[in-house]
């Protein structure tokens, strides 16, 4: 082998054979920034104008293929070379190009393997072109190549679900020309450039091959049925539409020209509001983790059995996420008919999982062996982390912290549940305040993907980075929280509520209340929210409440007689005529006269201008690290929707000073410190 030449400060060559080696290294996941793209292109020169080169292999060193083009330079401004045109020089070359793939050749990264002239993938390498998750669409050849070497549906089903492919499957599409064991990538690699170096005739080159487009063609319908048949990702997102174009372009059109409705439809996306909140939520997933003081040298503490306190549903929850990853727990109730009904609960959960096929019935049987119920206290003596779910009283968090602390031994760590209870409190009524802090779990606790690390006043680091890292096992997504009342992402909602209630007192319809938060992208508006979580389980202020008055009536919500909807089997709800009684009487009651019926523009400003009031002061007091974590929390906690970026980058988004102004007129003192980003043009994130 000859030695190794630098490319570019992440790019090398070196020659073997008459075989150049272009190796990318530029960790974690080699995206392709300037000094890859630069180093690409240094490297074609080479291999065009180096004699004793004949073939050339491109992958990488570290964990995998390219993951894509470097999207943190997105919104920093990118370079010269564009990686379209690296693309085309490397498809351009005279000599064979072998794409040697592993890992997760994503994005930019797969499209490099699409320009090259022959892919070899190792067996457990992905495959896939993720950018609609971004709200962008491949922009380097991929909506062009990719249909015309497996086909538009193919193409379209990869870029719109942004699913990668296994290689097996990779081959069958032939996307890849051949899948080779792990161990054996770069030797198989060099056996088929050499192969190719031998061949005569034309390289094969994507952008010339016709056959597949061809067909397509010839299919008119082809593209509306694509898109009834997977009508669920088109809405709300804007990206699907841009793909969907693009790829028509690839079947319709000579590739040059597809090329440029490929880039104008990507220039499109990248400067849209949705890409923005995307990239933005991509970060601010992977920043939450991150907490300043703790690091790689943070002792952690190993946990191998954990105790949950109370067997309802929280706690329930709570014990299956440990049981999923094969760590037993202790489950403690007080009662064994509430210990009987717990783990039938969670059984049921199981077999229910196993039906839908996610589950074998022996790994049913494996977590379900895992789970020991207990009517003793005494049984959490030896486990690592004990997590108390168990009724909302600071009185009871006293009983059991105090018994806990006799009981435990030294090291355990002690967690409460609570979600709204004053973790420095519950800290003192142990001697060990350090080995405590708070887990907070989303209902359902083994669904939901939030889990909020709360950090008492004496919380040690090790305890805080151990619950940290214990989320990203139990597959959850971890979010620093301060001790105050409701944490993140309740403290913040709540005023969302609270908002929705007077709104209702004011005149606006349910209907059009909820229809305006359903436009804006939830899941469901928050008056059908109320009724799905149960009237009884928050309490709004006031002496006399629309859900207080509906739960003295027994309509508990969809649980209990329906609550402000009325609901048919199929949980279908109209609005309920005892909610319209009861909208009256208490209007009656606060002396509400008149109706304001407000536009959806008017709901979406009147209920989300108050959550980012309240999202401010979580900031300014330091509850949350980051606006980003804010964000993160609403968007795990309360299915916020992601392309909205979160409540704090929707209102950078917005316009901050639109906002302050909105505040004002509804009789709401603006925080602090949003006034200040408002006047200085600053924003959240
Ligand atoms: C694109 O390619 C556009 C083109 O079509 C056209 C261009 C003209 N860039 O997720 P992890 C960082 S768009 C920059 O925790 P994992 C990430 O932030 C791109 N940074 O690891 C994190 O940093 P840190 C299309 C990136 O093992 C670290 O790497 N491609 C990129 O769980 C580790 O990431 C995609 O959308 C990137 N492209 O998962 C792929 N990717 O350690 C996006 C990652 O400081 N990436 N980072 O927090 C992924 O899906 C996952 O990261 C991957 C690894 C599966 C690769």
């Known amino acids: 082998m000859s030695e190794t030449k630098s490319m570019s400060d992440t790019v090398t060559l070196s020659v073997e054979d008459a075989v150049a080696v272009v190796l990318i290294d530029n960790p974690p996941v080699n995206a392709l920034g300037l000094s890859v793209r630069e180093g690409l292109v240094a490297a074609i020169e080479e291999i065009e104008g180096n004699t004793d080169i004949k073939a050339a292999i491109i992958s990488a060193k570290g964990r995998t293929f390219p993951a894509g083009a470097d999207i943190a330079e997105f919104d920093i401004g990118m370079r010269e070379p564009w990686l379209p045109g690296v693309i085309d020089r490397i498809e351009a070359c005279s000599k064979p190009m072998v794409a040697a793939i592993f890992g997760t050749a994503l994005g930019g990264g797969l499209e490099v393997a699409l320009g090259c002239h ?190 949950v306190i109370g067997a309802g549903t929280m706690g329930g929850g709570i014990a299956m996420n440990f049981a999923n990853i094969g760590i037993p727990v202790t489950i403690v109730e007080v009662k064994q008919e509430a210990l009987d009904r717990g783990l039938g609960v969670i059984r049921k959960n ?16 494996t977590r379900m062996g895992l789970l020991t119920g207990s009517l003793d206290m005494e049984s959490l003596a030896d486990v690592d982390l004990v997590i108390e779910a168990v009724f909302e009283s600071m009185e009871i968090k006293e009983k059991v912290f105090s018994r806990l602390e006799t009981i435990c031994k030294p090291g355990a760590i002690l967690a409460s549940n609570t979600s709204f209870l004053d973790i420095n409190h519950i800290a003192t009524f142990t001697s060990r305040p350090e080995m405590v802090l708070g887990l907070h779990f989303f209902s359902p606790a083994n669904v939901m993907p939030l889990l909020e690390v709360v950090r008492g006043d004496k919380s040690s680091d090790s305890v805080i980075a151990t619950g940290m890292k214990l989320a990203g096992k139990i597959g959850k997504t971890p979010v620093l929280a301060g001790v105050c009342d409701g944490f993140i992402a309740n403290r913040l909602m709540l005023p969302y509520m609270v908002a929705s209630q007077e709104m209702l007192l004011a005149g606006t319809p349910m209907q059009v209340i909820d229809s305006a938060m359903r436009d804006y992208g939830f899941a469901m508006g928050p008056i059908a929210l109320l009724d799905l979580i149960g009237l009884d389980v928050i309490t709004f202020p006031g002496d006399m409440t629309l859900t207080g008055e509906l739960v003295a009536m027994e309509r508990r919500g969809q649980k209990l007689n329906g609550g402000f909807y009325d609901y048919d089997e199929k949980r279908r709800g109209t609005p309920a005529p005892a909610a319209h009684d009861v909208i009256e009487k208490v209007r009656r009651h606060r002396g509400i006269a008149g109706d304001v019926e407000l536009t959806p523009e008017q709901v979406v400003a009147g209920l989300l201008y108050p959550v980012i009031n309240e999202g401010a002061k979580i900031l300014d007091e330091g509850i949350a690290l980051r606006a980003g974590d804010i964000d993160v929390a609403a968007i795990l906690g309360y299915n916020w929707p992601s392309y909205q970026g979160g409540p704090m980058c929707w209102a950078d988004i917005h316009g901050l000073d639109k906002i302050v102004a909105g505040l004002e007129q509804m009789g709401i003192e603006p925080a602090a410190m949003l006034k200040k980003l408002a006047a200085e043009g600053g924003s959240f994130t």
């Not at 296994?166 to 056996?191: I, N, S, T």
Request: charged share 30%; glycine share 8%; net charge neutral.
């Open 350 to 365: 199981y077999e229910n999982t196993a039906r839908k096929g996610r589950l074998t019935d022996a790994d049913v049987e």
């Open 118 to 307: 022959y892919r070899i993938a190792a067996a457990s390498a992905k495959m896939g072109l993720p950018e609609v998750k971004l709200g962008l669409l491949p922009g380097a050849g991929g909506t062009q190549r990719l249909p015309r070497l497996v086909g538009a549906e193919a193409a379209l089903q990869m870029m719109i679900t942004g699913k990668p492919v296994k290689a097996a499957l990779a081959e069958q599409m032939g996307l890849v020309d051949k899948v080779v064991a792990d161990d054996a990538l770069m030797a198989e690699a060099m056996a088929m450039a050499a192969a190719m170096m031998a061949k005569d005739g034309p390289l094969p080159r994507v952008s010339e091959k016709t056959e597949m487009v061809e067909k397509d063609r010839a299919d008119a319908e082809l593209f509306d049925r694509f898109k009834a048949e997977h009508g669920r990702l088109f809405r709300d997102v804007i990206a699907p539409d841009e793909i969907l174009d693009s790829v028509k372009a690839a079947v319709n059109l000579p590739f040059r020209e597809g090329m440029s409705v490929e880039s104008a439809n990507f220039n499109k996306l990248f400067t849209s509001d949705q890409s923005r909140a995307l990239r933005h939520v991509f970060f601010a997933m992977r920043e939450t983790s991150k907490v300043p003081g703790i690091g790689k040298d943070t002792p952690l503490i190993d946990v191998k059995s954990v105790g």
